[in-house]
């Protein structure tokens, strides 16, 4: 696997395109847990962490026990009033952003503590050549993959799925075109690592 591209972003993004491209059209049954976890090499807890995303997404649904059932139509027939309901929203959208917003510098300050010095080597190195990146999409990316990794560092799923909406809500904001901004400053031990997320919103 590449350095680039964690195993969560892997198979993200493998169901993602199956789904939109009609591999699993509307109505369709994912495979199970522990197939998807056979079948692309990755832990039951990437697994959970994907399904959650796309769940959020509004790609599938899950119940205990049950198949997950794909609900994504790719024919957009309900597109309309999903962005109604964006609309309509719009207010408890924004409000909901802003209060995770507000909690996740807290979170990635906690969740670094946990981290070795050799990662924190490892990414204080990438952040730096990133700064000197011009593609504003692959600092994106970067961003994202260092503040993923520092979450996994903590082993809480609640901060883990606390960053999966924060980036599911993102898209809608843009949507929206509203823009918040935040940024944090972390220092643990011998290491001063400075990331913002304007960059990602």
Request: charged residues 20%; positive net charge.
């Amino acid at each position: 696997m590449q350095d680039k591209q964690t195993l969560f972003d892997y198979l993200y993004k493998t169901l993602h395109e199956q789904i939109e491209n009609g591999r699993f059209p509307y109505g369709s049954k994912l495979p199970s847990r522990s197939h998807l976890c056979e079948t692309y090499n990755v832990g039951m807890r990437t697994v959970k962490d994907v399904l959650m995303r796309l769940k959020i997404e509004g790609y599938i649904q899950t119940q205990e026990r049950k198949p997950t059932i794909v609900i994504y139509d790719s024919l957009h027939t309900h597109k309309d009033f999903e962005v109604q309901y964006v609309l309509e929203h719009k207010s408890s959208i924004v409000a909901v952003y802003e209060t995770l917003a507000s909690l996740m510098p807290k979170i990635f300050a906690l969740s670094i503590q946990n981290c070795s010095d050799d990662f924190l080597k490892h990414w204080q190195k990438r952040l730096n050549r990133a700064k000197n990146n011009n593609d504003i999409g692959a600092r994106k990316q970067i961003n994202i993959h260092f503040l993923h990794d520092i979450l996994t560092q903590s082993n809480n799923q609640l901060f883990k799925s606390l960053f999966l909406v924060l980036n599911s809500i993102h898209t809608v904001l843009f949507f929206l075109k509203k823009k918040i901004f935040f940024n944090c400053f972390v220092h643990t031990r011998n290491f001063q690592i400075f990331f913002g997320l304007a960059m990602l919103y």
